[in-house]
């Protein structure tokens, strides 16, 4: 597609609940980055993925917490047993190859609600 | 560490007032880059401009303008003639040139025109 890809666009769980939130990059980008936004928050950094590699997980909040990115591509942010301090808008963002081109390019966001 | 900070939590204006944003940035880089997103009621993110820190030239790009000073370490953002659909909320934000170029972001600045 011709942008970043979130979905679902909302999420409502029940506390305790597994949630999966999926990310598609445009395409050729090799950097995917998922972020979270707290209503009324900036950017907080979860994790970075170059291909299929994580280097950098030291956003993920907990051990609830987990993402996997499969053929360079699409990309899965799980959170297991969710809690209602989970309940943000989750943002994925991509990035090309060329570091002379670092700029990230952001989905639309998936809005979590934990009940 | 790197660090942006946004001042101004909220601004309000009423249409055709100039308003500037005010960013200004932390970091121990010589070669860094500085960026502005706006985040629309939509909620995606929208890339409006990439500078590299040895580019000091101000930019113009219609109604929009930027201010690099690296003496006072600030990268300020001036809307001209505010328009309705300028509402949103503008962040700020700074890579290293180096590994992944980790993206820092301000906690943003919520711009409301009015009518």
């Known amino acids: 597609g011709a942008g970043v890809s979130q979905s679902p666009s909302n999420k409502v769980t029940e506390k305790g609940k597994d949630v999966e939130l999926r990310c598609d990059p445009i395409s050729g980008h090799t950097a995917l980055y998922w972020y979270r936004q707290s209503l009324g928050q900036g950017l907080e950094f979860l994790i970075y993925?170059?291909?299929?590699?994580?280097?950098?997980k030291s956003g993920l909040p907990s051990d609830r917490f987990s993402a996997e990115r499969t053929g360079g591509s699409v990309s899965t942010l799980t959170i297991q047993r969710t809690q209602q301090e989970d309940s943000a808008v989750y943002l994925c963002a991509s990035s090309s190859p060329d570091r002379l081109m670092n700029i990230q390019y952001f989905g639309a966001g998936t809005r979590l609600s934990v009940l | 560490a790197q660090k942006v900070t946004q001042a101004q939590t909220e601004i309000s204006v009423v249409e055709k007032e100039d308003v500037t944003l005010d960013c200004v940035y932390e970091t121990r880089d010589t070669t860094y880059y500085l960026f502005w997103y706006k985040q629309p009621p939509s909620g995606e993110l929208v890339f409006l401009i990439r500078?590299?820190?040895?580019?000091?030239q101000n930019e113009i790009s219609g109604r929009y303008s930027w201010n690099f000073q690296k003496s006072t370490s600030s990268f300020n953002f001036t809307i001209t003639a505010s328009q309705v659909v300028d509402s949103a909320v503008y962040f700020c934000a700074l890579s290293d040139s180096g590994g992944y170029q980790k993206v820092t972001f301000g906690t943003g600045t919520k711009l409301q025109v009015i009518p």
């Open positions: 500078r590299n820190s040895f580019d000091e």
């Open positions: 993925f170059q291909g299929n590699s994580a280097p950098d």
